[in-house]
């Protein structure tokens, strides 16, 4: 594999202090990317920040919600103030509220994964744009949906597949919007990974295996790397003609 995909590229990914963020910043890092990470939490930016340069990279931090439009604004000229350029930017910044059925959900966990996984898309990807669509060579997004809400729906989830469902159709409706401005549009869809996020309450590691045994055709979680592996993909010159599209890495878990 060529390790310099992304040679001389910006690369910005928000929610990188953690999971798979962080396996994304430093995968694209890995690649000769500089990269720019984004969360809430200025100690966890920083810890990516680390590792990527303890493993020779280039990585700066900044603090920023993505529910903000002034904040993601900031993010974009940060990135090219720095680097000269937005090539790629991953819009993974998401939460989890979930636990209950629908007629028994917090309207305030309803309106934190909408302000938050919805919303945030939309402001990070038109900023995004705005940016990629005034250079020569244009720029790819790629937004982390997830396998529940497009793709299969699992009881007392629904309002967070809800807000994963729009974050796929909002991908696929912007794709088409801005691809003849140089920028390409992808989703992927993980399934449960190797984070906290995939752990029931008081659910240990090895009890998450256990679980994923039974639950999925692959009998395990997938990898915080090999999520990455398939966002380096989709952002990398050989899916030129990837446009709109949402990839499932789920281990068969909704076919």
Known sequence: MNRTRFSNRTVLVTGGGSGLGRAIALAFAAEGASVVVAGRTRATLDETVALVEGSGGTAVAQV????????????????????????????NAGVFRGGQPVADLPEEDWRTLLDINVTGVLLALQAEVRQMRTQPNGGSVVNVSSNLGPHKQVPTTTAYAASKA?????????????????????AVSPGASATTMSLRPGESEADRAARM?????L?????????????????????????????????????
């Open 213 to 217: 045994k039974e639950e999925s055709p």
């Open 64 to 91: 920023a919600d993505v529910a903000r439009a002034a904040d993601v604004e900031a993010l974009v000229r940060t990135a090219v103030g720095r680097f000269g350029s937005l090539d790629v930017a991953v819009n």
């Open 166 to 186: 729009a974050v796929s159709a909002l991908t696929a409706g912007a794709a088409l919007d801005h691809i003849a401005d140089g920028v390409r549009i992808n």
């Open 219 to 255: 009998g395990r979680v997938s990898s915080t790397e090999e999520v990455a592996e398939a966002v380096l993909y989709l952002a990398s010159d050989a899916a030129a003609s990837v446009v709109g599209t949402d990839l499932v890495i789920d281990g068969g878990a909704s076919l």
